[in-house]
C-alpha cells in the first residue's frame, strides 16, 4: 500500500541517504508558527495582562498601605510614650510653632522653613518634640503620597513640600491655642448641649469618655505637607463645633491615596484604614486631586456640606469625640 512506506530515498555504495523526497506541505511550513497561532499567542498573553495588571496594582497599592500603617503605628507609640513621659500630657498638635505657644511642636521645633533638599529637609523634621521616640525620619512619609508635579516648576513654592511628613494630628488633640480651644469649647457648648465628652484633649485622662479607642490622633492627609498653621483635618474638612460646616473649606478632599481611603491612628494606639463609603466623596476628592496635580489654573472645585453624609458623620465623631 502507498501511504504505509516511507519517502523513497536514493543511497550510494556505503549507504548514505543523497536525498530525500519530502511533502509540499512539510516544505512549504518549516518550523515556524502560522500567522494565525502568532495571533492566538498574543491574544492569550493580553488577556492575561489585562486581568494580572489590576491585581499586581492592587496588591502593589496593599503593600504600600500596610507600610503607611506600620508609620502610623510608629508615631502613634512615639505620641503615646511622649505623654507617659511628661506626667499625661500630650504632644502640642502642631507640626510647627504657630503663634501663642503651648507646647513644643511634635514635627519642627521651630518656624525656619528653608529647606532646599531631602536632607535638608530630613534634619529639619528631626527637631520636633517626637523626634527622639522616632527612630527613622522616613516614617513621617507616606509611600503613596500624592505627587506634586507643579513644585518643579513654581520657585515661589518652598521646596521642602516635596519631602516633608504627609501626617498630621487632628485639631482636638491640643493643636489649637488656648485661647482659640476655650472659644470653640463654649460653641459646642451653644450647638449641641453640655457634654461630659471634651472636645480638646490635653491629657491622657481627658479622652474618657467616650475612650482611647474613639478618638482620631493622627491622620495621613496624602499631601506632601501638612497645614502649617492649622492641623491636618482643617485642609480636610474644616473644623469647628458644627458638623454641617465640614467639608466647606477649599483646602483639598478627603484623602484617596490608599485605594479610595486614608489610615489614621487612634489615642488607644490603634491604626485603621478609612474606606470611605460615600460615592459623592470620592466624586469631590477626584476633582480636587485632578486639580492639585494638574496645572491649577482652572477654577478651584468647592464641595458643599452634607450632613447626611455617613463619611462626614463617622469622620467628625472619630475627631471630636461628639456625634
Known amino acids: 500500500m502507498v501511504g504505509r512506506y516511507p519517502p523513497f530515498r536514493e543511497t550510494n555504495r556505503t549507504g548514505s541517504r543523497q536525498g530525500c523526497r519530502l511533502s509540499p506541505l512539510r516544505l512549504r511550513r518549516g518550523p515556524g508558527f502560522t500567522l494565525i497561532e502568532l495571533l492566538v499567542v498574543v491574544g492569550v498573553i493580553t488577556i492575561l495582562l489585562a486581568v494580572m495588571i489590576p491585581s499586581l496594582q492592587k496588591a502593589r497599592e496593599a503593600g504600600r498601605r500596610a507600610v503607611c500603617m506600620g508609620h502610623l503605628r510608629q508615631l502613634q507609640i512615639a505620641w503615646y510614650t511622649y505623654a507617659q513621659d511628661h506626667d499625661g500630657f500630650i504632644v502640642c498638635g502642631s507640626p510647627i510653632y504657630c503663634g501663642e505657644p503651648h507646647g513644643r511642636p511634635w514635627l519642627i521645633d521651630g518656624n525656619s522653613l528653608s529647606a532646599h ?42 521646596p521642602f513640600w516635596r519631602w516633608i511628613s504627609t501626617y498630621g494630628i487632628v485639631c482636638s488633640m491640643n493643636c489649637m491655642a488656648p485661647s482659640d480651644r476655650e472659644s470653640h469649647e463654649l460653641q459646642f457648648t451653644e450647638y449641641h448641649g453640655p457634654s461630659k465628652i471634651r472636645a480638646y484633649i490635653t491629657t491622657l485622662s481627658q479622652l474618657h469618655p467616650p475612650g482611647a479607642a474613639q478618638r482620631m490622633v493622627f491622620l495621613d492627609v496624602g499631601c506632601p505637607a501638612p497645614p502649617f498653621d492649622f492641623s491636618a483635618d482643617w485642609q480636610v474638612t474644616g473644623l469647628g463645633p458644627l458638623r ?42 477626584q476633582a480636587w486631586l485632578d486639580y492639585y496635580q494638574g496645572d491649577r489654573t482652572g477654577p478651584f472645585p468647592e464641595h458643599p456640606a452634607d450632613p447626611l453624609n455617613r463619611d462626614y458623620i463617622e469622620f467628625y465623631r472619630a475627631i471630636w469625640g461628639r456625634p
Open 244 to 285: 454641617e460646616r465640614v467639608w466647606t473649606y477649599p483646602g483639598h478632599g478627603p484623602p484617596i491615596h490608599h485605594s479610595k481611603g486614608t489610615c489614621v491612628s487612634f489615642a488607644d494606639g490603634s491604626v485603621r484604614y478609612w474606606k470611605w463609603k460615600d460615592p459623592r466623596t470620592i466624586t469631590y476628592s
Open 117 to 158: 533638599s531631602q536632607t535638608q529637609t530630613d534634619a529639619m523634621m528631626r527637631t520636633g518634640a517626637l523626634a527622639s521616640y522616632v527612630g527613622d525620619v522616613g516614617v513621617y512619609r507616606c509611600p503613596s503620597r500624592y505627587e506634586v508635579p507643579w513644585v518643579r516648576d513654581r520657585p515661589e513654592i518652598p
